[in-house]
């Protein structure tokens, strides 16, 4: 079993549409959990931490369960520029290695 | 700030020949890492460090070396370039288990 699975998608929405993706973790020990977005051929860029609580930045929201061992993310009312892969990274404790999801491809279409 | 750096953007190589792939921060970060991405294969760990003088083998290290004589500075070398080398290369780094900062990524063909 892979450390941190997605599904690779692709996910095709229309504008507007509310989309969520999981990613699933195998190391209860993981300490910090994050998404990131990473365009076409370009570098990956921090979309957002996850923190224990769940937590909200604009129209996106991250959500952990630690007891099933994975972490979320919903985007709501989807635009054109949501089109994008979205990396799910894992840090496990006393370890410097973080664990990267293959990604999950969105596709937004008018 | 100027974050990570990372040269060059492109690169074509013939198959046998080396280069290095160059990778600075001026974050002060402790952990560096290089990865290589291919198609449908995700990002992939080649080398990684924890500090000055300190650097380990992640996935597929075979065929890369690495050294990190600074904490600024962790270069990666290709010895003998083949044609399964033709992918992506991003350098990234950070500091106590938080986020990832990545460089822009390196393009290299290896024909």
């Known amino acids: 079993r892979k450390e941190v699975e997605q599904d690779p998608g692709p996910f095709n929405v229309p504008e507007g549409a509310t989309v969520a993706f999981n990613c699933t973790y195998s190391?209860?020990?993981?300490?910090?959990f994050f998404w990131y977005r990473q365009d076409c051929r370009k570098e990956p860029k921090l979309l957002m931490s996850?923190?224990?609580s769940g937590n909200e930045d604009g129209r996106f929201t991250a959500q952990l369960n630690r007891a099933s061992q994975y972490i979320s993310l919903l985007i709501r009312d989807s635009k054109l520029s949501d089109s994008a892969t979205y990396l799910c990274?894992?840090?496990?404790?006393?370890?410097?290695?973080?664990?990267f999801g293959r990604g999950t491809s969105l596709i937004v279409h008018p | 700030n100027a974050g990570v750096t990372q040269t060059p953007k492109f690169q074509v190589l013939k198959t046998g020949q080396s280069m290095t792939l160059q990778c600075a921060q001026d974050?002060?970060?402790?952990?560096m890492s290089w990865y290589r991405q291919d198609p449908g294969m995700g990002l992939r760990l080649i080398h990684y460090?924890?500090?000055?003088?300190?650097?380990d083998q992640g996935e597929v290290p075979n065929g890369y070396n690495v050294s990190r004589s600074t904490t600024e500075d962790f270069p990666l070398r290709l010895l003998s370039a083949a044609p399964s080398q033709t992918s992506v290369y991003f350098c990234?780094?950070?500091?106590?288990?938080?986020?990832?900062?990545f460089g822009s990524g390196t393009q290299l063909s290896v024909l």
């Open positions: 990274v894992v840090n496990p404790g006393g370890s410097y290695i973080p664990t």
């Open positions: 190391n209860s020990a993981s300490q910090s």
């Open positions: 996850v923190y224990s």
């Open positions: 974050m002060n970060h402790e952990y």
């Open positions: 460090s924890v500090g000055a003088g300190i650097t």
């Open positions: 990234a780094s950070m500091t106590g288990g938080e986020k990832l900062f």
